[in-house]
């Protein structure tokens, strides 16, 4: 099976700052790796996602970082924003399956 | 852009009482796949379908059961409920597998 960890439950920032957000998981079948943003009240938010054929991807002011020999993922946000303010899930699924398995959650609070 | 929408939005129910979640996928995406959130958790695949088939199942109670339509709208129906069923319920669309799960806003249901 597949299981998906985070290593903070909570992350405070100050405004401006680089967030970094990470993610372990046990399946090294894993193939497709996605980051969501989750604002209270409201569904999973897609940010960015990343195959096991790269191990960095960049969006805008977020980048992803895939490390396949150790199972790890990560998260960075640049220049942090009070509306990053939210819960942050990793979610990553085998080759072959469609099923996302979440992590949990990381909650980051970003303070002006 | 067009969303995935859910209805209802909140549903209070009593328990034994039965349930129905709908769930109206983005237009030309072919797999909806259904989640529960209990309070601080990740949330948890439930069953998803690929061309009104089902495809994949996770964590359903016997309980619970879903469709697809031909329209390629979903409905998750729920019976015998029980207050452990109190959650928000997320259907999410995407287009193929491997792709990223779109989420709609959730279902709140209470069961008193």
């Known amino acids: 099976g597949e299981s998906v960890g985070l290593h903070l439950p909570t992350l405070s920032v100050q405004e401006g700052d680089n967030s970094i957000i990470n993610c372990a998981y046990s399946?090294?079948?894993?193939?497709?790796f996605i980051w969501y943003k989750q604002e209270s009240g409201k569904g999973p938010q897609f940010i960015i996602d990343?195959?096991?054929?790269?191990d960095k991807r960049q969006g805008q002011r977020v980048t992803v970082l895939l490390n396949k020999t150790v199972k790890h993922l990560s998260l960075q946000i640049a220049a942090t924003q009070p509306g990053d303010s939210a819960v942050y899930f990793c979610?990553?699924?085998?080759?072959?399956?469609?099923?996302?398995?979440f992590g949990k959650g990381t909650m980051l609070l970003v303070s002006p | 852009a067009a969303g995935v929408i859910q209805s209802p939005r909140h549903l209070i129910k009593e328990k034994r009482e039965t349930a129905t979640l709908k769930c109206y996928p983005i237009?030309?995406?072919?797999?909806v796949y259904w989640y529960q959130q209990g309070p601080g958790q990740d949330p948890q695949f439930l069953i998803s379908?690929?061309?009104?088939?089902?495809?994949d199942k996770g964590s359903i109670p016997d309980r619970f059961s879903a469709q697809q339509f031909s329209d390629y709208h979903s409905e998750l129906n729920m019976s015998s409920l029980e207050l452990g069923d109190s959650a928000l319920y997320f259907c999410?669309?995407?287009?193929?597998?491997?792709?990223?799960?779109?989420f709609g806003n959730g279902t709140r249901l209470t069961v008193t």
């Open positions: 999410a669309s995407s287009y193929g597998r491997n792709s990223p799960l779109h």
């Open positions: 399946n090294s079948a894993s193939d497709y």
């Open positions: 990343i195959r096991s054929n790269m």
């Open positions: 979610a990553v699924t085998p080759l072959g399956y469609s099923t996302l398995t």
């Open positions: 237009p030309r995406h072919d797999t």
């Open positions: 379908f690929y061309e009104k088939m089902q495809s």
